[in-house]
Every structure is written in C-alpha cells, then in structure tokens.
C-alpha cells in the first residue's frame, strides 16, 4: 500500500463497509454463517484498527479513516477501555471536537464510543471508567458553542447530537442525581432552549426515560426496604424538580400556532402538529415528576400572562392563550379531580376568551379533557352551564370547532351524567338541531355520532319509565326519515343512496350500545323491528347499508341479551334466508354476537344450530379455491371468527355437526390467503380445535374431533410449514408458529410424524440437516409439554433460513406445495 498509496481509499471505503454488512440483512446468508462472519470480524477488529492508525498520518484522508473506525466501533465488541481512552484514533476523534469545524466523523465517532460503553455487554459503568472521563470532559467543553451565533447550524445539530447520546446513554447514572449527572442535565436543558425545534426535540427522548426510572418503583429496589425506596424516590424527584419546572416552561412556546399558519403548505402544517404531539408528551413527562397540579400551575401562569394580552375581539392575538390551553389540555390525566385551586380560575376565564375558531376548538377540547374533574368538583356543577353554552358556540362557528365541540359534549354527558338528568330538554334540544341540520350547527354527520352517544349516556341514569320514553324521543329523528322512505314503496327505497339510509342506522346503533336499559332497548327492537325487516328485505344486495343496519342489531342483541324475546327468532330468520343469496359478511359477525350471548342456552340449541349449519354451508360452497378467498377475505375473515365463537361457547353444536369437516377443509384451502385479517381468522379457528382439550365444554367432543382432524393431520402440517416458510409473510410468523405448537402439543407423536414427513421433502440445497434437526427437537419439546416461548428460536430459524432469497424460498415452496391437498410424501 506504500508503494501504491492511490489504492488507500477503495481499501478504507472496504474497511468501512464489512463491519456493516454483519446488519445488512438484504444478504442471504444463513443465521450460522452471518455469526461466523461477525465472530471473524471481532477478531480481526485489532488488525482493523492498526491498519487505521496507520493511515491517519494522511491528513486528507483522517475523514474517511474516522468513518471506517466508528463502523467498527458499532460491532460493540470489546476492546479494553484503558487501551481505547488512549488510542490514537480516539484522540483524533476528541481533537477534532476542539478545532474550529468540526468534522462529522469525529462526531460519529464520539457518539458510537458513548454508546459502546453504555452498551449491554460492556461490563458495567466501572469498567468503562478510563473511556467515559477522557470522553465526557471534552463533550462538556462544548456547551458555550451551542450559543455561539458565528457556529453554523449543522455544528450546533452535531454538539446537541452528543449532549443527547451523553443524556440517553448515561441516564441510569445520571438518575442518581448526583453533581456531575447534573451539569449534563442543565447542558441538555440548554439544548432543549434552542429555538430550532430539530434540535431541541433531540433530547425528548432523554426526559421521558429519565421520568420512567425516577417515577418506577423497579429502579429503586436496590434501596433497601420500603421506607427505604420511598426516602430515595422522594429525594431524586426532589433534586430533578426545578430541571422538570424549567423543561415545561421551556417547551410550552412551541406549540403556539405560527403567524403565517393558514398559508402552509399542508405537509409543514402536518408537521406542526406533529411537533404539538411531541411537546404535550414532553408535558406529560413533566406532570409525571413534578405532579399534575404544580405543572398546572405553571401552565396556568402562561395562561393569565397570554390573557393579558389578548384582548376580547378576534383580531387581538389569540395564539398565546391557544396555546397554554393546549399544554393544560395535554395533562389533564394527571390533574387531580378535587383540584380547588387553579381550575375553578381556568374555567371561569374560559367565557371570556374570544371566539377565535382555532382558539374556540381548543377551549372545546379541553373543556371536555376536564369533564371528569366538573363532575368531581365542588364548583363543577355552576360551570356546566356557561361551558355547554361555548360547547354550543362551537358547533355553530366551522366543522373542526362542531367536531372539538361533539367530542367534549359527550366527554361531559359521560361524565356528569346524573347531574345532566335533570336538563335533558336542554340537552335534547341541541342534539335535535345537531341532527335534523336546519339551525346553525356545522355537526358533520359523523360527528354527531357524539351527540347521540352523549344523550345515550344521560338516558342511563333515568329510571325505567322515564328512560323509556326518553329512548323513543332520541330514536325518533332516525325512525321518521327511515319510514317516510318504506313508504314510498321498494323501488324508490332501493334507489336510494347508501348513505341516505346509514346515517339513520349508524346513530341507532349508538343508541343501542350506549343506551345501557336492556328492557328500554328491547322494546324499542321490537317496535322497528318491521322497519328493520323492510330494509333487509329491499337493500339485502346493499353491502353498505347491510352493514350499518346488521351493527345496529347487534348492539341492540349486546345490550338487550336475553329480553329480545321473540325478536331475535325473526333477525336470524331474515339473516339465515338471506345469507345464500347475497353471501353479507355482516350476517356473519350480527350470528357471532347472537351465538356469544345465546350459544350456552340449552333452549335456544336447535335453533342456533340450523343457522350455523346454513351459513357455515353457504360458505364452505363459496369459497373452494384460493381465489376465492382472495376476492372475498371479509366472508372468510367473518366465517372463521364465528366458527371460533362456537368452539367457546357452543362446541356441542357444531362438532357433531356433519358441516364441520367441510368447515376444516374449506380452512385447509384458505391459510395461505395473503389478507391478514383473513388468515389470522383462519389460524385462529384450527388453534381453538386443537386447544379444545383446555375447554371444559369441548372435552366431550374431542373424538369427534379428532376423527376429522387426524386424517388430514399429514397435510394441515405440510401446509402449517409452508406458512412458516414463506406462504404467508413473515410478519404472520407467530401466530403461524401458534398454531403448529398447538397441533404438535394435541397430537404428540402423531404430529412429530407429520413433521418429518414434510420437513423432508424440503431440499437438502435448502435446508441443512443440523437445522432440519433443531426444528423438530422443538416440536418434540412441545409435545412434551416444554414452555412455548423456548422454542420459538428455531422455529424462526428454520423461516429465516427458507427466506433467505426467492430462489430458495420458491424451491421451499415447490417442495410443500401449499395449495396442493393431496400430494403423497415421497421417503
């Protein structure tokens, strides 16, 4: 190389990519070899770093040298730290950091050997002593220039870079809050003060891991006793209060909405809220060390001052007050509900800000974030009236003001309920014109869902009788416009629109569920039932309306249960007659809810049975090829997640049934369907057959069972393999990995067979017979009962390696043939 000093750069470049190609898993190599591979690296990493000592002599190509040293720094194998805390390549690093640029190399270098020495397999903090006090003083010899205006952005971005890697890398030691843990904590607070959000956002992550060990009680438990822990706890908190204090009160400026915001693009404006998120979860942070009511009272401060010079017109700036509102809104979870000092003030300012439309949108919200604090309050009642009258001011300015407005209204009827009973007119009345659309209101339709679950609410604390009449009232503004449609007759019923009609059933099914009167509820079925029957029988082809329609009935059955009396025998009637002409999913899920609620009732055994043999029926018909399950996973999604619900809660009626081995066969076909939902379902349905023993309802089925299941056990299990290595994603890995244990722990050795049957025809070009070996001993473990989690390793070795490129996962998959149900093993 001296003799041909132009080959030093390829081989520096050479020298910095090896080390990453350990990470790189684009390579198909095997799992053994990529450990090989790094463990030939590691030894090398000696040989490496004299190589690179060697050609920092070329001062043009420090650079590149620096790089290639930081890449084998990330293999995080050890080299003493004595010998690195004196290594020439490190303190080429740490005098880079001193001279006027600063080099980007130099930086990676110092944040890969912060890293190395709080990494996992380093020895601990004492071992690493020597590196962490030659690397530490220099960083901290950069905080002057993070306020240094001649320093250029990206320099400013490298220093708080390290400052942060210092913080997350450190942060157990600097829990301990003892002196030189602090002067790190005030550097990272100077970070978090800069103006640019890019840098300061960089030591975010540093607050909340530092709140998670000084809040948690594991991180104490080395304290001792229990008086102990508490004393430690009380301590840190109090050593990292005024930190907390300074860290709140510097991020709350960030969420102030920008002069120039409507004029955005609509990615900065996205990204603006996204900082917004970012900072209330900074405030969460502070709420948690410092508690809800004193980070309030910081927040509260801001507020007043922001009020101050806000005045009541729409012109003066309301961006301010919006913006405390927002950081006081973010920890409302943390502000207790008996509060008395500084919410009944937020509260009664409130009234008194101007009815700006972003500003009117966050009073909105946070009125509703308090609503639990209104019911708990002493004061809460005499505020409600004056904030349901901004709750109604709201609705009437512009769609995101309604939306924030029908968010906080049902957040209030939900929590102050009983003290709403008594002004349910008042109540009734803005749901009505929210609904009907003929006042003021800009409530979109899907907003109003709100509105309607608000009321629902606040009808659950009247008694039976009131509740009654009250539930027909809210019901009416859905009913009406529903049958004025009947009336016209089937053929304009069935031309009009989807949305004309679910609009109606969507807030019906919300009265269902939150109306929480079962008899009230069953009654009202009752009542719409010949509605209801109408529009089955009309828009039965209407996937839409079916669905809305099919929700409402099922809330009404989860509510109603077992008071639906004769109402529900017609519902299944309709659904059962229906499904074989028009093959609604939603026919599916309205039975899983009927089967989960009637399922273990002896007197409903007959019926329920006929109905699960007609659509199980139905569907095995349906769907007979994989295509077909492609082109409709929703019906085989809905199929098997019925066929679950009746192994828990029916399996005496559809074990014996002769639908099942169709019902199994029909599984067998659609495993592979690359909807997720779909195949999940599926899994999920021959892991609950092969867990039944675990049921006490299912062990008197278990021969049935396994008369259908055994002889198909040969190729679920070939199947199962393909799935694992490479039919289905790797992402559907566990549950895959699920269901062969559970076979595996059904059938013992039967299964093991079965294993080894198919394992086989995979190619020795694919598969090593070590790893063949490895795969089995786990389903041999098992078989023998071992703990699941242990044997998942080679399970996902075996995938990983028959993954390992396309090549080799299409002769994997040539070899098991998922899609063929009868091939015949080959010894």
């Known amino acids: 190389m001296n003799s041909h000093p132009e080959f030093i750069p390829s081989f520096l470049e050479l020298l910095r990519v090896l080390p990453e190609e350990v990470f ?32 920092l002599n070329i001062n043009e ?3 590149q040298v620096l790089e290639a040293f930081a890449s084998w720094l990330r293999l995080r194998h050890r080299v003493p730290a004595s010998a690195l805390s004196s290594h020439p390549l490190v303190l080429a690093a740490l005098s880079s950091l001193s001279s006027e640029i600063l080099s980007e190399a130099s930086v990676n270098v110092i944040s890969e050997l912060i890293h190395y020495t709080a990494a996992r397999n380093s020895g601990g903090v004492s071992s690493q002593l020597p590196l962490i006090q030659v690397i530490v003083p220099q960083v901290m010899n950069l905080k002057p220039q993070l306020r240094d205006p001649s320093k250029d952005e990206e320099d400013i971005k490298a220093i708080a870079r390290l400052f942060a890697d210092l ?3 450190y942060v157990e030691l600097i829990a301990t809050g003892s002196d030189e843990s602090m002067l790190i904590v005030h550097a990272l607070l100077e970070v978090a003060s800069h ?45 990292f209060s005024s930190s907390y204090e300074s860290l709140v009160s510097l991020v709350t400026f960030r969420v102030q909405y920008p002069q120039d915001f409507s004029d955005l693009s609509t990615e900065d404006q996205k990204d603006f809220k996204q900082t917004r998120y ?17 980070t309030l009272k910081i927040l509260y401060m801001k507020l007043v001052e922001a009020i101050n010079h806000c005045g009541k017109d729409q012109h003066s700036d309301w961006r301010p007050a919006e913006a405390a509102l927002y950081c006081i809104r973010a920890i409302s979870d943390y502000v207790s509900d008996t509060e008395a000092e500084v919410m009944p003030q937020i509260m009664s300012l409130l009234p008194k800000l101007p009815h700006q439309p972003q500003l009117l949108q966050t009073v909105c919200l946070t009125i509703g974030a308090y609503s639990r604090w209104l019911n708990a309050a002493s004061s809460g009642l005499s505020f409600l009236p004056s904030l349901i009258d901004i ?34 007119d008042g109540l009734f009345q803005i749901y009505q014109t929210a609904v009907i659309r003929e006042g003021p209101f800009k409530v979109s339709a899907e907003d109003s869902l709100h509105l309607v679950e608000a009321l629902s609410m606040v009808i659950t604390e009247l008694p039976s009788e009131q509740a009654k009449k009250a539930l027909e009232a809210v019901c009416l503004p859905s009913v009406a416009p529903l049958q004025e449609m009947i009336n016209q007759g089937p053929l304009v019923l069935g031309q009009k629109t989807a949305r004309e009609l679910t609009v109606h059933f969507d807030r019906l099914a919300n009265i269902f569920r939150y109306v929480n009167h079962p008899e009230a509820v069953a009654d009202a079925i009752q009542r719409l039932w010949p509605i209801f029957k109408a529009i089955f029988d009309v828009r039965a082809w209407d996937m839409r309306t079916m669905e809305s329609l099919c929700r409402a009935c099922k809330n009404a059955v989860r509510t109603s249960k077992r008071l639906m009396g004769v109402t529900i025998g017609a519902m299944l009637e309709e659904i059962q007659g229906l499904y074989g002409q028009h093959y609604q999913p939603c026919f599916l899920y309205l039975s899983s809810e009927v089967i989960k609620i009637f399922g273990s009732d002896p007197s409903c055994a007959n019926y329920l049975k006929v109905l699960i043999e007609s659509l199980f029926s139905h569907t095995a018909c349906l769907l007979t090829k994989i295509q077909d399950f492609t082109s409709r996973p929703d019906i085989a999604d809905d199929c098997f997640l019925l066929a679950s619900r009746c192994i828990r ?41 092969f867990d039944l023993a675990n049921s006490t309802q299912g062990e008197s089925c278990l021969s049935i ?15 199962l393999v393909a799935c694992l290595t490479g039919a289905l994603p790797s992402s559907r890995l566990e549950t895959v990995t699920y269901a062969l244990l559970a076979l595996t722990r059904a059938y013992g050795l039967k299964a093991l067979e079965w294993a080894k049957e198919c394992v086989s025809l995979i190619p020795s070009t694919a598969v090593t017979e070590l790893e063949r070996t490895r795969f089995l001993q786990a389903l041999s473990d098992a078989a023998s009962g071992a703990n699941m989690n242990n044997l998942v390793v080679p399970i996902e070795e075996l995938s990983e390696v028959c993954r390992r490129n396309r090549t080799v996962q299409e002769i994997v998959q040539g070899a098991l043939r998922p899609l063929d149900l009868n091939i015949v093993a080959v010894s």
């Open 24 to 55: 790189n898993y684009k390579i198909a190599a095997r799992p053994d070899r990529r450990h090989q591979f790094e463990k030939e690296l590691a030894s090398a990493i000696e040989t490496a770093l004299n190589i690179l000592t060697a050609c």
């Open 61 to 63: 190509l420090k650079e």
């Open 167 to 169: 913080g997350d890398a």
């Open 195 to 239: 103006p640019e959000f890019d840098i300061a956002s960089m030591t975010f992550n540093f607050w909340h891991n530092l709140q998670m060990i000084l809040t948690e009680r594991e991180s104490y438990t080395s304290s001792g006793n229990e008086t102990s822990i508490e004393a430690e706890k009380t301590r840190r908190l109090q050593v």
């Open 278 to 294: 970012a900072v209330a979860d900074v405030l969460i942070d502070g709420a948690l060390v410092l508690g809800g009511e004193p």
């Open 391 to 424: 709750l109604v001011s709201g609705m009437s300015m512009c769609e995101d003001s309604a939306a924030a407005a029908a968010l906080a209204f049902r957040h209030i009827c939900n929590d102050c309920k009983k003290k709403l009973c008594g002004s349910l």
């Open 649 to 689: 809660y029916c399996p005496q009626l559809l074990f014996p049934s002769p639908v099942f081995p169709s019902l199994v066969d029909c599984a067998m076909v659609g495993i592979t369907v690359q909807h997720r939902e779909a195949s999940n379902s599926i899994l999920n349905f021959l892991s609950d057959i």
């Open 705 to 719: 069972r396994d008369s259908v299941i055994i002889p198909r056990g040969p190729t679920i299990t070939r199947i």
